[in-house]
Antibody, heavy 117, light 115 residues
């Protein structure tokens, strides 16, 4: 059974940093692109970033460029999102998802990030 | 103008059919894109439903009932998610998504109420 478990969320002040992790199991992690998707309170889904199987290619939404970095460790079956210079508008539930060519067909339960003073 | 535009809400009766539209920006042609659809219920992660490029090029998500189907209306430059035989458990938010300019882009979502 595919499992994705996010961790690392919490309360942080504006300008602060957080590192989210996503532990994967039940599939060959290194064979798949992986994505981060977020949902701010009362808002819709917003794709944040994705990363190729070997980490050689990364994409992200314009609003996080220069602040967020996606990475992975295939030996540890783990996906990461380093978030720096956090803003109030980054407050959201962050999901990791297995990216099967656009079919984000497996999702974690999400981790809440709250940016507030 | 947003890349993908969805009506914010839609209501339909149990047993009826619901057509959820996803209109693409006037500068991009729906025929060129594979459209992905997701269902999202409060308190749960989103669920992938299906993708649709054409009648001969489409895929249903694993375990997704056949009463969920995709299509396109080229004249409206829109993608459509059709849900037939509506059930109370279909009440959820529905999102379309495409790959556009090196990014996955979601529509704003449609809240479907079944009443």
């Amino acid at each position: 059974e595919v499992q994705l478990v996010e961790s690392g969320g919490g309360l942080v002040q504006p300008g602060g940093s957080l590192r989210l992790s996503c532990a994967a199991s039940g599939f060959t992690f290194g064979n798949y692109w992986m994505s981060w998707v977020r949902q701010a309170p009362g808002k819709g889904l917003e794709w944040v970033a994705n990363i190729k199987q070997d980490g050689s290619e990364k994409n992200c939404v314009d609003s996080v460029k220069g602040r967020f970095t996606i990475s992975r460790d295939n030996a540890k079956n783990s996906l990461y999102l380093q978030m720096n210079s956090l803003r109030v508008e980054d407050t959201a539930v962050y999901y990791c998802a297995r990216d099967d060519g656009g079919a984000l067909n497996s999702w974690g339960q999400g981790t809440l990030v709250t940016v507030s003073s | 103008q947003a890349v993908l535009t969805q009506p914010s809400s839609l209501s339909a009766s149990p047993g009826a059919s619901a057509s959820l539209t996803c209109t693409l920006h006037s500068g991009i042609n729906v025929g060129a894109y594979r459209i992905y659809w997701y269902q999202h219920k409060p308190g749960s992660p989103p669920q992938y439903l299906l993708n649709y490029k054409s009648d001969s090029n489409k895929q249903q998500g694993s375990g997704v009932p056949s009463r969920f189907s995709g299509s396109k209306d080229a004249s409206a430059n829109a993608a459509i998610l059709l849900i037939s035989g509506l059930q109370s458990e279909d009440e959820a938010d529905y999102y379309c998504m495409i790959w556009y300019s090196t990014a996955w882009v979601f529509g704003g979502g449609t809240k479907l109420t079944v009443l």
